[in-house]
Each structure stands twice: as structure tokens, then as C-alpha cells.
């Protein structure tokens, strides 16, 4: 059965993807301005796993070719990386800083001379902190200030890059930054969540038809954090806090976009969202994407809580569940969590393809003396999670790539370097990079020289 998977794959893309706040370090290179995640991470540094940042990360600002020749090696072609809004505009607006161009003309270049494929994120979270000074997400001026950057983007880039990502996962920088408090900019409550997704939402039609109007020829996407739900019990008022919980973790964002509006029937406390609504609003949502990325790594499953806000559920910890395994993100290892997601928006009518944009497991790795990293677990995990996207590519559903996260062990937001997701270890203090079994896995797998039950 898997062969038959596999005969289904000719034009199957296969990638890794990254970020440039992850990777990049170079903070303040070249005239790059500081981003909310330089400011929380220096600022707010208690609020990050043993108050570590991304100043220099995987220093893949002066690294980039090194890291490219190791995919080229293990003819990895297709790469997923976003671009740095406050290298190409410091102040988020205005001027344009030249040699951040540059940097990302180079990158692009050397990615095309090595025959990979560019897959360009425009937003991964790292808003210009100018423009948090003047209210970021919250402040609905966000939709020129995006359509000023990615114009630029679109016009320095587009004559080499087709693939285009507009925003990385909404629901969680909109979510952790502007009502948790966990992300940058570290703002909560409702009053800066609900005009925060609204803003994001519209954003990503601003940015795409920008993009349409720039070239109809692109190949014009936005990615999606979403997860498989699961009730806690057959219990009523369990199976309703799914029903909320999937309408905030998976429908919120997707669903105005495809001209259904926002999932307020069940998620009442978002109907006040209303009130930043402007004339033909619900007409702007709508964008005709030429495909979604979802982006999967666990499933949740929900209880009714009393005590939650709003929200009156919670997630059950995989430790209180009855499960195999967890990653070091504390997430259940579910495979398929990833089949169902598909399932589910290839369900959606105007939803007309999708990627895999990111999947992927944070173990411990270890190295053994003769610089070898044996990640088993993660093997498994890309194997079982692969064999679920095929499982549901076999049964119909359009979807047509796979990107590993992450290319690279780097900054992993909140939780600083310790969880490492990469194929590739990096040695955070000499930058020495290790290919772990894992990367070497995947790269036979994609390049048909194993079937998925080898490793
Ligand atoms: C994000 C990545 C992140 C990964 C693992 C996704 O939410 O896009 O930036 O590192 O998941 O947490």
C-alpha cells in the first residue's frame, strides 16, 4: 500500500522551512532596524526560556551559503524562508535599507544557483518595533504599512521568486502576542486581540491581491497553525468546548477568507469584533488564495473549564491523556492529527490547494563521539506524519507538498534553544552544523531511494 503512495508523487513538492528570526541573527546588521522580537527577547527577557534571543541564532546572515551547499547536498529542493520586514525597511515605513535587499537578493541567487526552489514567508512574526510603537496589529494603519513592505518585497524578489507565503500562522502571533502576552509584543487582553485578528485577516487579502496585482503569475499563499480537536468525553459540555476550541485553533482565520465570515455562532465573544469593522470589510476579507498552509505538529483534546475566560475550555495535558509519546514541547505525537486537518480544509469549497508548510518534533539529540546524531524519534515522527499526508493525498484530498520544520536546530520563540526541531544540528557556540539521521532519512525518502517503512 505505501508504494502506491509513493507511484502518486511525481510533482509532489518537498522542502524544509525556516524563518528569519530563528536563523538570521546579524540584529542590528547592516542597518536592519529592531524588530518586536529584539525587543521582547532584550526587554522582556524573562519572559524566554533562561532569557535567551536571537541576536545571532544560527548567524545564518553570514552562514547562508554554508547551510544551502548541506541542502544541496542532500538534494533537499524546495526552501521555505521569510524575509526580515525590519532588514528591508528599519522603520517599517519609509526608507529602505539597501543592504538588507542585498542580503535576501544573495540568498535567492545562491537558491537558485544550487537549482532550490524559493518559498518566501513575507510576515513570520518579527513586525518592525517602530511600528509597534505606533500600535502594530492593533493599529488598523498595519494594512498600508503591510502593503508598502511587500510591495517592495514583491518587486526586488519577483522576478526569481514565485512561491509566496503572506502571513505565518495568525492564530498564534496574533494570539500569544496580543492576547497571552507569551510572544512579542507581550500585549493581552481582548481589546488588542479582536482588532489584532481582524487586522491580520484583512492583511493577508491586502497582501495577496498586492501580490496578484504585481504579477498574476505568482503562486500566492498563507499558512495556518491548525490542529485536530478532540472532546474529553462524550459529556455535552466537553464535545461544545471542542466546538470553540476548533473554531478558534483552525476556522478563525480561514474561514472570513473564504467569504464565510468569522465563527462567531460559536465563539460568541467574538462578535465584538464588529466594531472594527469598516464599510466593504467583509468583502476585503475574501481572497482567492492559490493555495493554504497548514502547518500541524499535535492534536488537542478539550475539556469544559469554568474558570477559562471566554474561552470556557481547556486543553488536556498529554500527560493526563492516554498517550504514546510527547515532544519536548510537551505536545502529543499524533499523526493523524495531520490527515484529519487536511481532510478538513480540503472539505472547504474554494479552498483549492494545499501544503504542508511545516511539520516537525522537538527531541533531545544526542551526539555520539564520532559527531553522529541518531534522532530516531524524530525519524519516526516525519514518517508517520508523512504516510498520514499521503494517506489522505491517496483518498482525494489536494494536497501537493510537504515541508519539514525545521531546516536548522534555532531560536524556538518562548522556549529559547532548547527545543531543537532541525534536520540539522547546530552548535549554538561554535556554529558547527551536524546533519542528524533524520536529515539523511528524509533526503533518501524524497529522493525515491527508500519507501517511507525504511529508515
Ligand atoms: C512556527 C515556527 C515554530 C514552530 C514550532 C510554528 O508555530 O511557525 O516558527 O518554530 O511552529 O513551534
Redesign the pocket.
Known sequence: MVKNFEKELKDFVWGVSS?AY?TEGAHDWDGKGPSIWDEFTNKKSRKIRNRENANVACDFYNLYKHDLQILKGLNISNYRFSISWPRIKPNGIGKINYKGLDFYNRLIDECLDLGIVPWVTLY?WDLPQELEKKGGWVNRDVLSWMEEYVEVCAHAFGDRVKNWMVL??PM?FVGAGYFLGVHAPGRVGMGNFLPAIHHATLAMGVGGRLLKSINPSFHVGTTF?CSHIEPYSFEEKDQMAAVRVDALLNRLFIEPILGLGYPTKELSPLRKIQDYFKPMDEEKLRFDFDFIGI?N?TREIVKYSFWTPYLKAKLVKPQHRNVLSYTL?NWEVYPDSIYHIIKKFDNYEGVKKIYIT?NGAAFDDHIHDNDLIHDHMRTDYLKDHIYAVLRAKHEGAKVEGYFV??WTDNF??AEGYRPR?GLVYVDFKTQKRIVKSSGYWYSKYINNLIAIDTV
Do not use: G, I, K, P
Open positions: 524563518s530563528q513570520h505565518n500562522e498564534v497553525s502547518q505538529y514541547m511545516e520544520w525545521t524556538e520563540w526541531f
